[in-house]
């Protein structure tokens, strides 16, 4: 069966220090994979997605997350935290399964960024 | 919020009673979907809609129905509503003309049953 594990329930950093919020996956397949934000009382916010190509994938905010096809990972990383990056990170991969774009999720992992 | 409203955006409900979600999007995006978000267990998919009247269940849809009647509305119904129905509830959208489909997701609907 398709899963998603995040595998910290939370991430602590500083400011200014580089960050990364670990996801593992297990899909048949090529996976299609995403990365969501959520900021309190919001909606999830799209970041960033892996198709194919190039294995380090940039999107909003100066993120970028790296696929690892041998270690079914797709890590999500920041060079320099910010305080604002302090959120529920989400990531998520689609269910190969017919062509519904369904996405199966993670649990999520709060990231906590420190002045 | 890439043209999604959610009505109402909070409800407070009695056990038993039945309720429904709306979902607006006015970006004409095929696809529509229902997820609950609960602590530990991120989002999990209720019901899904690929097209006007199609409609299909995910993997949370005991106590749930759907319709969808236009391109633009996706309702969402609690027939009798249960304290496990406690939750908040996100619809979402995607374009099926564009890979990988990423979905956009509305602000939110937080429900409380009493």
């Known amino acids: 069966a398709q899963s998603v594990a995040q595998p910290e329930d939370q991430v602590n950093v500083a400011e200014g220090n580089p960050l990364t919020v670990k996801c593992t996956y297990s899909?048949?397949?090529?996976?299609?994979l995403f990365w969501y934000v959520q900021y309190p009382n919001r909606g999830l916010q799209f970041l960033l997605k892996?198709?194919?190509?190039?294995?380090l994938v940039k999107g909003s905010y100066g993120f970028e997350a790296e696929f690892n096809k041998s270690q079914t990972s797709f890590h999500l990383k920041k060079p320099s935290a910010l305080v604002s990056d302090s959120a529920l990170y989400f990531c998520?991969?689609?269910?190969?399964?017919?062509?519904?774009?369904?996405?199966?999720f993670g649990q999520g992992t709060t990231l906590q960024v420190k002045p | 919020d890439a043209g999604i409203t959610q009505s109402p955006r909070h409800k407070v409900t009695e056990t038993g009673t039945p309720v429904t979600l709306r979902c607006h999007q006015t970006?004409?995006?095929?696809?529509m979907y229902w997820y609950r978000q609960d602590p530990g267990h991120g989002l999990r998919l209720i019901h899904y809609?690929?097209?006007?009247?199609?409609?299909d269940k995910g993997e949370v849809s005991d106590g749930y129905s759907v319709s969808r009647s236009k391109t633009e509305d996706f309702l969402l119904t609690l027939e009798s509503a249960t304290s496990s129905q406690t939750s908040v509830y996100f619809c979402?959208?995607?374009?099926?003309?564009?890979?990988?489909?990423?979905?956009?997701f509305g602000p939110g609907t937080r429900l409380t049953v009493t």
């Open positions: 979402a959208i995607s374009d099926p003309r564009q890979e990988p489909y990423e979905q956009y």
């Open positions: 899909v048949s397949g090529n996976p299609y």
């Open positions: 892996y198709i194919t190509g190039d294995n």
């Open positions: 998520a991969v689609r269910d190969p399964a017919g062509n519904t774009g369904k996405l199966i």
């Open positions: 970006e004409n995006h095929r696809y």
């Open positions: 809609s690929y097209g006007v009247k199609d409609t």
